[in-house]
């Protein structure tokens, strides 16, 4: 039991009997009976701060022996014993209360004596007393675990989320890995290995580049074009003479928290099953832009289409993990639209809210 209980008990208690004192002089003297006020005080303190032990035994027994479905039976006879017990205690207290006040003591015998006749006779209030501060006692413990097995709940969500979005985050990066890897290996295939041997080094600071934003939970849209823009230099090794990259971005837009590679697998797609598929094809343009609260990003290509069969026909990943990181990020507050048109290309849509990247604050 806390102090904190201890004294709001104590408080409690103390203003019962100065209020109830306070008003017994004043019904007095309205009477034509005037009592002096510190006397009325006096007399109901006396009478009422004996239940202050009451309180805390009943509170203390809760806490010990709680009233549950599983322990009714048990634990019920226990209080029941207790309230006759708790009369004679608070009876006992008074009894000594006014002796105290009477400078006159009755001795040991008298005062069990007249402990256990007021007790008898005012046990009903001991009951009262008793049954309500063991209720809500009962109360405040069933409230308090409650609010503990939610906050534990909640713990384990958050845990659980973060959990997803980081295996989802660790999903995109042997994704972007092998596709790169296959690009490199185009590369020596065609004879051209000092090209690929560049790239390979290449790839390696842009992974760590990689690896290190998916480890958080939220990067500025900055970095993440930052990052397709070096993931482009590696795929125009692919199409050195046709493949462009149309960047517009707002600087509050930039500004803005993404979750790492939420772009990357979609640029990806666009080369792969847009530039790839089309000769006549080669353009990416990713926009950001931030309308009423809202960042707005695109990215198109203007290939064949998602009708038109390619060569490389994807899995899917790339578009299923960008769906739910979203998600798992923002729930119903993000939209995700794919629209495609057969011989005038694809575009991916997403609307997320606006917020400022807290890990860079």
């Known amino acids: 039991m806390s102090w904190r209980?201890?004294?709001?008990?104590?408080?409690?208690?103390?203003?019962?009997?100065?209020?109830?004192?306070?008003?017994?002089?004043?019904?007095?003297?309205?009477?034509?009976?005037?009592?002096?006020?510190?006397?009325?005080?006096?007399?109901?303190?006396?009478?009422?701060?004996?239940?202050?032990?009451?309180?805390?035994?009943?509170?203390?027994l809760v806490e010990r022996l709680?009233?549950?479905?599983?322990?009714?039976?048990?634990?019920?006879?226990?209080?029941?014993?207790a309230i006759p017990l708790c009369a004679w205690v608070a009876?006992?207290?008074?009894?000594?209360?006014?002796?105290?006040?009477?400078?006159?003591?009755?001795?040991?015998?008298?005062?069990?004596?007249?402990?256990?006749f007021w007790g008898t006779i005012r046990v009903h209030v001991a009951l009262t007393v008793y049954v309500v501060t063991a209720t809500l006692a009962q109360a405040w413990s069933y409230y308090r675990s409650s609010r503990e097995r939610e906050l534990r709940v909640a713990r384990l969500e958050a845990q659980l989320s973060d959990a997803r979005f980081q295996a989802l985050n660790a999903q995109i990066r042997p994704h972007f890995l092998f596709n790169t890897l296959h690009t490199i290996g185009q590369l020596w295939r065609s004879g051209r290995d000092e090209?690929?041997?560049?790239?390979?080094?290449?790839?390696?600071?842009?992974?760590?580049?990689?690896?290190?934003?998916?480890?958080?939970?939220?990067?500025?849209l900055g970095d993440e074009l930052a990052m397709v823009q070096a993931y482009l230099a590696i795929e125009q090794a692919r199409f050195p003479d046709r493949l462009t990259l149309d960047v517009h971005a707002s600087p509050e837009a930039r500004s803005c928290a993404v979750p790492p590679l939420l772009l990357q697998p979609l640029v990806e797609n666009a080369i792969r099953h847009g530039v790839s598929a089309d000769?006549?094809?080669?353009?990416?343009?990713?926009?950001?832009?931030?309308?009423?609260?809202?960042?707005?990003?695109?990215?198109?290509?203007?290939?064949?289409?998602?009708?038109?069969?390619?060569?490389?026909?994807?899995?899917?990943?790339?578009?299923w993990n960008t769906r739910e990181r979203l998600q798992h990020?923002?729930?119903?507050?993000?939209?995700?639209?794919?629209?495609?048109?057969?011989?005038?290309?694809?575009?991916v849509r997403i609307e997320i809210p606006a917020e400022p990247d807290r890990d860079a604050e």
């Open 195 to 220: 090209e690929a041997d560049a790239l390979l080094d290449h790839l390696g600071a842009l992974f760590q580049r990689v690896r290190a934003s998916t480890d958080r939970m939220s990067i500025p």
């Open 91 to 116: 009876n006992l207290f008074t009894v000594l209360g006014f002796w105290w006040a009477g400078r006159n003591w009755g001795g040991w015998g008298t005062l069990v004596r007249q402990a256990a």
């Open 279 to 319: 000769a006549r094809a080669g353009r990416v343009t990713v926009t950001g832009a931030v309308d009423a609260g809202r960042l707005r990003l695109e990215v198109i290509d203007d290939g064949p289409g998602m009708s038109n069969p390619t060569p490389a026909p994807g899995s899917g990943t790339g578009l």
């Open 329 to 347: 990020a923002y729930g119903p507050k993000a939209t995700f639209r794919v629209e495609s048109a057969d011989g005038r290309g694809t575009c």
């Open 66 to 81: 709680p009233v549950t479905r599983q322990s009714w039976a048990r634990n019920t006879w226990v209080h029941l014993i």
């Open 5 to 60: 209980v201890v004294f709001g008990v104590a408080a409690f208690w103390l203003l019962v009997g100065v209020v109830l004192g306070s008003q017994t002089a004043l019904g007095m003297t309205m009477q034509g009976n005037p009592v002096a006020l510190t006397a009325a005080v006096r007399t109901a303190l006396i009478n009422w701060l004996p239940w202050i032990p009451v309180s805390l035994l009943a509170i203390a």
